[in-house]
């Protein structure tokens, strides 16, 4: 079992930041990706930034250029720096841990946007 807690969604107006985290802990295994989704009202769930534990990312098209997404394997932790935020960004964030043992999610964290 993998637990993921995540942390740092909240209120910012347009054009503002955001720095979201998540600590993953329990069966680690060193190969391994973590990323985050998002699900707005009424849409489903779409990647928003991945990333490898070699460090290879993947982005959507929608983020490039304005989000940035790390990692610390030292401390089983992917971040997602969130700037230029713009209201069609308003979502719950999930965190994802993905290896060959399995999936598993975050309790999602609330971002929203003002315009």
């Known amino acids: 079992q993998v637990q993921l807690v995540e942390s740092g969604g909240g209120l910012v107006q347009a054009g503002g930041s955001l720095r979201l985290s998540c600590a993953a802990s329990?069966?680690?295994?060193?190969?391994?990706?973590m990323g985050w989704y998002r699900q707005a009202p009424g849409k489903q769930r779409e990647l928003v930034a991945s990333i490898t534990s070699g460090g290879s990312t993947n982005y959507a098209n929608s983020v490039k250029g304005r989000f940035t997404i790390s990692r610390d394997n030292t401390k089983n932790t992917v971040y997602l720096q969130m700037n230029s935020l713009k209201p069609e960004d308003t979502a719950v964030f999930y965190c994802?841990?993905?290896?060959?043992?399995?999936?598993?999610w975050g309790q999602g964290t609330q971002v929203t946007v003002s315009s």
């Open positions: 994802n841990y993905g290896s060959f043992r399995g999936d598993y």
């Open positions: 329990g069966s680690i295994f060193s190969i391994n990706t």
